[in-house]
């Protein structure tokens, strides 16, 4: 059932995994990272639940915060991996990998997080609540994806 979780073969005890890398630990292990920087989202879920704030939950910028900072790991894992592959990337496609990570994720949490640090007490602006919210699912999926294909090289 948890199969992931059992280890794999270590390569040269079978001569089919001659020259095979250990990658099939890289997805669950990317995964607890991004557990790890949930935690204080689950912090704020639980005290803002117990202090009947439950409507600010999503507006709260530790949001915007762990998307910025799961964009920059991506990138920080991504230059790596360029760096560590011997100039076998092609470069138009390393440089739009770069620009899209810069100009789609961290640029947007960092202003996203910004505004929700600056806006007035109040009724919190939904639109902005949603959508670092939704940035923070993607940051933690692109954080998985780029990972996984990074460490696979």
């Known amino acids: ?9 270590m390569p040269g005890t079978d001569p089919s995994l001659e020259g095979a890398r250990d990658n099939e630990g890289t ?13 204080p989202l689950l912090l704020i879920v639980m005290i803002y639940s117990n ?4 409507a600010e939950i999503f507006a709260s910028p530790e949001w915007s915060f762990g998307s910025a900072v799961l964009f920059g790991q991506t990138l920080a894992r991504f230059v790596r991996c360029l760096a560590q592959g011997g100039g076998h990337a092609r470069p138009g496609a390393a440089a ?24 007035h007490a109040g009724e919190p602006n939904r639109l ?14 692109v954080y998985v994806v780029i990972g996984d294909v990074a460490e696979r090289r």
């Open 1 to 9: 059932m948890l199969s992931f979780l059992s280890k794999p073969k």
């Open 27 to 39: 997805v669950p292990g990317l995964v607890a990272e991004v557990v790890f920087a949930a935690l």
């Open 51 to 54: 202090t009947g704030k439950s």
């Open 96 to 119: 739009l990998i770069t620009a899209l990570l810069l100009v789609f994720g961290l640029a947007p949490a960092l202003i996203i997080n910004a505004i929700t640090l600056t806006q």
């Open 128 to 141: 902005i609540a949603a959508f670092q919210v939704v940035d923070f699912a993607v940051a933690a999926f």
